[in-house]
């Protein structure tokens, strides 16, 4: 493997046998001058996942499969681990590609990916972290829509998009490549994350002043499936992701986060509100190891946070015809914090609640309309041109 590159690839994986095989043949089917060097880092799967991972190493020890590469390795374990993030640094510290990336084994490889970023790497020896774009399908293959990337900005990755609730992550995982030196430099996925350890990481590169690069190009397919991390709950990424804002922006910013944190729960629960003061107490059970300060910091800005967002979930619960819950939720605000009153989001309820509920259904209406046209010129804008 010494007079061409070597791109290595790993791969966690547990009980994924229904997907497994094909996520395999898109890395090993890769063309090119290169070597692929492929590390299944299985958890211990009960299904037939390790029946399929022994047959492509039988077929690859044997010469009986004809790579269209300068060669391939194949190495695999199937033992417990600590989680996905562990799984995926194990086959990191083994690598012995210049180039590395990781592909979970439901997830799938574009044709001509690996040619495609070795031959950028080679042109731009400066460029530590490339990513490209890709497409996003269903658990048969199916094309669901496109996933257009566009230029890294660290600024607008660490932050959130209020304006229509969403998060700010437009870097497709499956799209990612960098070279080996990187983990030098910043070290290997943060196991404390189990669904933003990716983000985390584009993040510590940005932080890091590497050089960061968007390829226009599709590299990688993400499959989504029922029942899996990503769609689980509409919530689910919240608490790593307020960890994630609290590092990189700090507690003093935390307020916005929180308020939109506790509104989704809120949203998302028939405006229960114990769920959101549970959610609010786990928050700080989980921040107890930080300094009195910064977690003084914190308390005062999630307090804010949760008012605020019962404030916003009352004019939701008003828009749904929901009158205990918006009744509830904005008396126990103001009677707790009665200067709350002259916030914008008081007057907002308020007024809308003066007009009534048709007019203020029709102005919201109005108002996601003219965020859409923003977003898709200020954000999306590749989407439009791409039709």
């Known amino acids: 493997m010494k007079d061409k590159p070597t791109i290595s690839i790993v791969t966690p994986s547990f009980n994924q046998g229904q997907y497994i095989e094909e996520t395999v043949k898109s890395v090993i089917s890769q063309e090119g001058e290169f070597f692929i060097d492929y590390i299944i880092m299985d958890g211990g799967s009960t299904d037939n996942s390790v029946e399929i991972i022994k047959k492509y190493d039988d077929l690859i020890k044997s010469a009986s499969w004809k790579p269209r590469c300068r060669g391939v390795e194949f190495r695999w374990v199937s033992e417990k681990d600590k989680g996905q993030a562990h799984a995926i640094n194990k086959g990191f510290q083994i690598a012995k590609g210049q180039i590395v990336s990781w592909i979970n084994s439901d997830d799938l490889y574009c044709d001509k990916a690996f040619s495609t970023v070795i031959d950028h790497f080679a042109r731009h020896p400066a460029d530590d972290f490339i990513f ?44 990612t490549f960098w070279r080996t030196s990187v983990f030098q430099k910043i070290g290997f996925l943060d196991e404390s994350f189990h669904y933003a350890m990716d983000i985390e990481y584009w993040l510590r590169i940005g932080r890091a002043g590497l050089k960061t690069v968007h390829i226009p190009s599709k590299l990688g397919k993400f499959r989504m499936i029922e029942g899996t991390k990503s769609l689980s709950s509409a919530t689910v990424f919240w608490p790593e992701s307020l960890e994630i804002f ?17 509104y989704n729960e809120g949203l998302y629960n028939a405006f229960n509100l ?14 107890k190891h930080l300094s009195q300060n910064e977690l003084s910091i914190l308390k005062d800005n999630l307090e804010k946070g949760f008012n605020r967002a019962c404030l916003m979930l009352a004019y939701e619960a008003f828009l749904q015809g929901d009158e205990n819950s918006e009744h509830t939720l904005f008396k126990k605000t103001l009677s707790q914090r009665p200067y709350l009153v002259l916030h914008y989001l008081s007057l907002y309820f308020i007024a809308n609640k003066f007009l009534g509920r048709s007019h203020a259904q029709g102005i919201k209406k109005k108002l996601q309309r003219l965020a859409q046209k923003y977003r898709m010129r200020r954000y999306l804008y590749r989407y439009e041109s791409n039709n």
């Open 274 to 287: 114990d769920i959101m003061k549970k959610r609010g107490k786990e928050l700080l059970e989980k921040w």
């Open 246 to 262: 609290r590092i990189y922006n700090g507690p003093n910013a935390m307020e916005p986060f929180l308020r939109y944190y506790f």
């Open 132 to 175: 490209g774009d890709g497409d996003v399908v269903n658990e048969h293959g199916g094309l669901q829509w496109e996933w257009l990337s566009r230029p890294y900005n660290f600024s607008l990755l660490k932050s959130y998009h209020f304006l229509w609730n969403d998060f700010t992550n437009y870097i497709m995982q499956q799209a």
